[in-house]
């Protein structure tokens, strides 16, 4: 038996994770993304609350910044724009194959 890899703890979440996330991936053009990658975002983020369904309205997210996958955050001074990974490499990039065979 060989040791757990990968993520094995739970993630922190300080927002509702089943209200609909969305980032600002260029100046007024937002997306919606999982709360895993939501979480990880240094940009523009929002969710949408919809308490009341005929008055739904975008509330800014200004929450702390974590590390892809990790619960550690990230330091101001090491904030980037868009995802933050820690030592800058996007850990699903080893799933990704590319070509004619590969995976998609």
Request: hydrophobic share 20%.
């Amino acid at each position: 038996m060989g040791e757990k890899k990968g993520y094995t703890g739970k993630l922190k979440y300080e927002f509702d994770t089943s209200k609909c996330c969305e980032i600002e991936w260029k100046e007024g053009r937002w997306g919606r993304v999982t709360s895993g990658e939501f979480r990880c975002f240094g940009g523009g983020r929002r969710i949408l609350n919809v308490a009341d369904p005929k008055n739904s309205f975008y509330e800014l997210y200004n929450g702390p910044i974590y590390f892809y996958g990790t619960n550690s955050k990230v330091p101001e001074g090491n904030l980037c724009g868009g995802y933050n990974y820690q030592g800058g490499i996007d850990p699903r990039e080893q799933y990704r194959v590319t070509g004619r065979q590969g995976r998609i």
